[in-house]
């Protein structure tokens, strides 16, 4: 049997994450459809995530980092950036699973501002 949690973060509890990325780099985020792109300075794709929008919620999946970026706070820098874009869109919460053994994802989200609101196995 394998566990997994599901994770919320609600947006008005949402403190903006200050991050060196942020503060040296020329990392900025763009929108297609409901699939976000990171990119850093001249337009190299770093990762991607995609959120299904419903009224006032989104469920956040496949958060992807490219591998020679991960470790290094890209995937903080991207959720920093993507909420104030869904706050704007008029989501107020965020939601998403993930499997309980992977240990970096569960600290990225906690990390970032989700809680655990329900195991699931």
């Known amino acids: 049997l394998s566990t997994s949690y599901r994770m919320e973060l609600m947006f008005d509890r949402f403190k903006p994450i200050s991050h060196d990325i942020l503060n040296t780099d020329s990392t900025y985020i763009e929108c297609s459809n409901n699939t976000f792109i990171l990119y850093r300075q001249a337009a190299q794709p770093i990762g991607t995530c995609t959120i299904d929008c419903y009224p006032n919620s989104g469920c956040l999946h496949h ?58 196995s």
């Open 63 to 120: 958060v992807e980092i490219t591998d020679i970026y991960r470790r290094k706070g890209y995937a903080t820098a991207m959720l920093s950036l993507l909420i104030p874009v869904l706050i704007a869109k008029g989501i107020k919460k965020i939601f998403l699973h993930v499997d309980a053994d992977n240990i970096a994802a569960v600290s990225l989200y906690k990390n970032t501002g989700f809680r655990i609101t329900e195991t699931l």
